[in-house]
């Protein structure tokens, strides 16, 4: 790629800043980004968490290792994924933990298995560490030794939400190379569902509805809007925020509020 993924720019915010947030829209636990030693990462909000990789150079492997160890406490299970999925969906993420009923998730999606867009049982930390200090690096090797569930693409969209959603399981979509980066910024940002209420309901500007926007800010500002103090939005009618990196996707409905009082 030429240079670090997750600090790749992605309609104003980045790689690693829309996947962590996806996840986080995702998911009840924490979210953990592995990293190597003092490798260096764009901002993020401030209830991520940080591992670094034991040994550097070690690959997934060792980073799943890692990353379910932190969390092996807190949680029987985990989504994994690579940084580089700009299109990664909550409900393809929910669809695969529906599927988790052993150790791990292996998809065979849009022709391709997905080790790096699935679940794995917290329980596989110690395996996947002893796997890395014998140098068994390939993550295939995991699969024949643990309770795999094989699931493909008919079983994965048999799920009618992420049907709807995400039809094509866009949300597998990597960026490896810089022409497929290129190519995934070139198309168009989500279709979002934006309101107002109250006093901002009553200003001029673009009319509410329909827009395309990939994160917060940008639907705010489509609606002729800006996130400061006197505003926040409503995600989906439940999560309050007014953060204008915050990733949006497909099907979400967001609303803004005066944040004043009476407003």
């Known amino acids: 790629m030429g240079t670090a993924k997750a600090t790749l720019e992605w309609h104003g915010s980045t790689l690693l800043r829309r996947t962590a947030g996806v996840l986080a829209r995702s998911v009840d636990g924490p979210v953990v980004v592995v990293r190597a030693p003092a490798?260096?990462?764009p901002p993020l909000p401030g209830d991520v968490e940080f591992v670094d990789d034991p040994v550097e150079g070690l690959g997934p492997v060792q980073g799943i290792a890692a990353g379910l160890a932190a969390v092996g406490e807190r949680a029987d299970a985990a989504f994994v994924c690579?940084?580089?999925l700009p299109f990664l969906h909550p409900a393809y993420i929910l669809r695969v933990i529906d599927l988790l009923d052993g150790d791990a998730v292996l998809p065979y999606a849009r022709g391709h298995r997905q080790p790096l867009?699935?679940?794995y049982s917290?329980?596989?930390?110690?395996?996947l560490a002893e796997m890395a200090d014998d140098r068994q690096l390939k993550l295939g090797q995991l699969f024949e030794r643990c309770r795999t569930r094989r699931t493909d693409d008919a079983e994965l969209l048999a799920d009618p939400r992420l049907r709807h959603l995400d039809p094509d399981l866009d949300s597998v979509v990597n960026v490896n190379?810089?022409?497929?980066y290129r190519a995934a910024r070139d198309r168009p940002a989500p279709e979002v569902v934006v309101q107002r209420f109250g006093a901002l309901a009553r200003?001029?500007?673009p009319a509410p509805g329909a827009v395309r926007a990939a994160t917060?800010?940008?639907a705010a500002a489509a609606v002729g809007l800006e996130l400061d103090r006197h505003v926040v939005a409503a995600l989906n009618g439940d999560q309050i925020t007014r953060d204008p990196e915050t990733p949006l996707v497909a099907g979400d409905s967001v609303a803004f509020l005066s944040a004043d009082a009476g407003g």
Do not use: N
Request: aromatic share 0%; charged share 20%; glycine share 12%.
């Open 122 to 127: 917290t329980k596989l930390a110690p395996v």
């Open 203 to 205: 200003r001029g500007g």
């Open 216 to 218: 917060l800010g940008s």
């Open 39 to 41: 490798q260096p990462l």
């Open 82 to 84: 690579s940084t580089d």
């Open 117 to 119: 867009a699935t679940a």
């Open 177 to 180: 190379e810089p022409a497929e």
